[in-house]
């Protein structure tokens, strides 16, 4: 049974090694900074200053909008 269990353990620590991320995601979520009150001109304000401080080339590359859906 201990055999078993190393195996199962080295084959998911190995899974892990080979599915990590070479970088974090990078991006923007609306909700974090404007909870319901997110608007097209807020969204688009931000994705350019992506683009305008040079975040963008560093590897901020997505924008998500979040507006409560769930609500």
Do not use: C
Not at 3 to 24: D, H, N, R, Y
Not at 42 to 60: E, M
């Amino acid at each position: 049974m201990k055999s078993f269990l190393f195996v199962l353990l080295s084959a998911t620590l190995g899974l892990a090694a080979k599915v990590l991320a070479q970088k974090p995601q990078m991006g923007w979520n609306s909700w974090n900074s404007f909870k319901l009150n997110v608007s097209d001109e807020l969204v688009r304000s931000t994705a350019d200053a992506f683009i305008d401080t040079g975040l963008a080339k560093l590897g901020y590359d997505h924008v998500l909008i979040d507006d409560g859906w769930q609500d």
